[in-house]
Nanobody, 116 residues
């Protein structure tokens, strides 16, 4: 029903920046809450950023002031701009789509590595 494809991950030095993209395929993207979650090996998946259909956002405390989530409803795309990256951000980042009653959908993930 809903398909999510992430892109933009890669290797970046501490203090660098990266922008992740998530392309939504399905019906009525504008009605879904979208989010970015991350999961490192041996750790639980955690919420990084969330954006509601109307555009309101919230962030994990660890990324506030450095990460920005946004959405372009005309392009069915959600973005995560990551600035001043720290090694602790190294993880697989997953795109998430949620809608009441319809449930949740997840992308396959994209690797972000902050090193050197």
């Amino acid at each position: 029903q809903v398909q999510l494809v992430e892109s933009g991950g890669g290797l970046v030095q501490p203090g660098g920046s990266l922008r992740l993209s998530c392309l939504f395929s399905g019906s009525i993207f504008g009605l879904y809450a979208m989010g970015w979650h991350r999961q490192a090996p041996g750790k639980q998946r955690e919420l990084v950023a969330h954006i509601a259909p109307g555009g309101s956002t919230n962030y994990a405390d660890s990324v506030k002031g450095r990460f920005t989530i946004s959405r372009d409803n005309a392009k069915n795309t959600v973005y995560l701009q990551m600035n001043n990256l720290k090694p602790e951000a190294t993880s697989v980042y997953y795109c998430h789509a949620g809608r009441f009653v319809l449930g949740d959908s997840w992308g396959q993930g994209t690797q972000v590595t902050v090193s050197s």
